[in-house]
């Protein structure tokens, strides 16, 4: 929309989408591991779905504030990720990106546990040109260690 | 490029996107469920990523198809799933799609255990103007049973 009213100035040549979206999740990622909550809670749109293993999906930004100050809230909780690949429609309108993360725990006996794992995320413009997530799921890079 | 190569016949007019990546889903799950393996791995583009829960991601048809058939190799194990929303990206040429999925497998002990899990899906409109499953990222509803 920028482009059709605006014309060819600055403001309608967004920067490059994939970019932009590598840019943006480099900087959610340090304002999880920042433990800032407004900031991580930010990147998400209003409508977006948190699919976090072991639980039912985390519906709107609402629900999603409560998961991740919970989540902060948790001694020895910690997040960290990195996305290696992003691809963007043609329209420039909704784009996904792919990587790994990394969550840290205490374990029952006091020790620090480490998650290694594999996300997805679904980004969608908005109309103020903003990229937002709208999707976020991850899963386990190993299986759990047998039961003893 | 249909539309532009062929004028405004039926062939430029696709059908709804969000319909038909419903109805391939659904006939994706019913090949899963009759344990076609060939079926099955045709719903994937050819540089598509699978990434299961406990394990690192699957990249490539091939790799894919190993996967698909060690899994239907499993005595015990089952799969269904059911897509519940679709959302399609202005040009027409990416999708993502949410939903529910199913899988059984054997205990140890020779009862029959049951995954209910939450499932992402990445859809990219190819030049043929079919779509296929580009990503495909699923874990579970609840967290494991607590180590007794």
């Known amino acids: 929309m920028v482009g059709v009213l605006g014309g060819c100035g600055p403001a309608s040549t967004p920067a ?34 948190v699919y976090p293993p072991g639980s039912p999906p985390v519906a709107g930004k609402a629900a999603i504030r409560e998961y991740v100050v919970k989540s902060f809230q948790t001694p020895g909780f910690g997040i ?26 205490n374990n029952p006996d006091g020790t620090q546990g480490t998650l290694e794992g594999k996300a997805v995320t ?20 190993s299986p759990p260690p047998p039961r003893s």
């Not at 932009?20 to 809670?41: K, N, P, T, Y």
């Not at 429609?89 to 840290?104: F, I, P, Q």
């Open 122 to 141: 679904v980004w969608r413009r908005g109309r103020d040109g903003a990229w937002k997530c709208v999707v976020d799921i991850w899963n386990d890079v």
């Open 16 to 49: 490059d989408p994939r970019a932009q979206i590598l840019r943006l999740d480099g900087e959610w990622s340090q304002a999880a591991e920042a433990r800032d909550a407004d900031r991580v809670v930010s990147y998400w749109a209003d409508d977006a779905v």
């Open 80 to 105: 960290s990720w990195k996305t290696t690949d992003v691809k963007v429609s043609e329209s420039g309108d909704l784009a996904y990106a792919t990587g790994t993360n990394r969550v840290t725990f």
